[in-house]
């Protein structure tokens, strides 16, 4: 079983700094898919970035970037130009290789993010 | 609006009644899932189905019944709850892909 770890429960950070989440996960599956969810107040989930394991580049989508280290397991993401509107709870995600539909999407425990003015 | 409709958006309920969450989605997806989020705990899988055909069932309990009748439609049916349900209820659809889940907005259930 795939099991997914964020050790940050809540962090803090001035509007237009960077701030950076991490997440590690355990697994046996050599190819995967890992992915950053964000849940405003609004508790609607919002896919901020999605990361192909068999893929060495890091996953980048405008002030949101990843830092991929496979062989850690490590899986980070990286806030830059933080916005008041980035203020949300955010959950990393991992799933196995798959081509069939009914794959199942594992979640870390959250990392409340905090925008401050 | 993400093309994942949930309602109802809350809901309150006492422990002998019965009621039921929707879940709708018109994104062309093939698979639908319900999810628990509980405070201070992480997101619970409880129910996949793909193709209409329930794939996963996680250990829920018998008071969660879910029922599928199409691929754009999936709900949970509840009878006899217990205050520990309380949570908020995620449905998500995906495509024969790997490009993760869509999600509704959630029903906030409270069991009193």
């Known amino acids: 079983a795939q099991t997914v770890t964020q050790s940050q429960p809540e962090m803090s950070v001035q509007e237009a700094e960077t701030v950076t989440l991490s997440c590690t996960y355990d697994t046996s599956e050599n190819n995967y898919y890992l992915f950053w969810y964000k849940q405003p107040p609004s508790r609607q989930m919002i896919l901020v970035i999605r990361q192909e394991a068999y893929k060495q580049q890091n996953a980048t989508e405008n002030r949101f970037s990843v830092n991929f280290q496979k062989a850690a397991k490590s899986f980070s993401l990286k806030i830059s130009d933080s916005q008041l509107g980035d203020t949300a709870m955010y959950f990393c995600a991992f799933m196995k290789h798959g081509n069939a539909a009914g794959n199942k999407l594992t979640f870390g425990g959250g990392t409340r993010v905090l925008v401050k003015p | 609006e993400t093309g994942v409709t949930q309602t109802p958006r809350h809901l309150v309920m006492g422990m002998t009644n019965k009621k039921s969450l929707k879940c709708e989605q018109h994104?062309?997806?093939?698979?639908m899932y319900w999810y628990k989020q509980s405070a201070k705990k992480p997101l619970e899988l409880m129910f996949v189905?793909?193709?209409?055909?329930?794939?996963e069932n996680n250990s829920v309990p018998s008071r969660f019944s879910p029922e599928c009748p199409n691929s754009s439609h999936l709900f949970l049916h509840l009878h006899t709850l217990q205050p520990e349900d309380s949570a908020l209820y995620l449905c998500?659809?995906?495509?024969?892909?790997?490009?993760?889940?869509?999600f509704g907005s959630g029903t906030r259930l409270t069991v009193v």
């Open positions: 994104l062309g997806h093939n698979a």
């Open positions: 998500a659809s995906s495509a024969e892909s790997n490009y993760g889940y869509t």
């Open positions: 189905y793909s193709l209409e055909e329930r794939v």
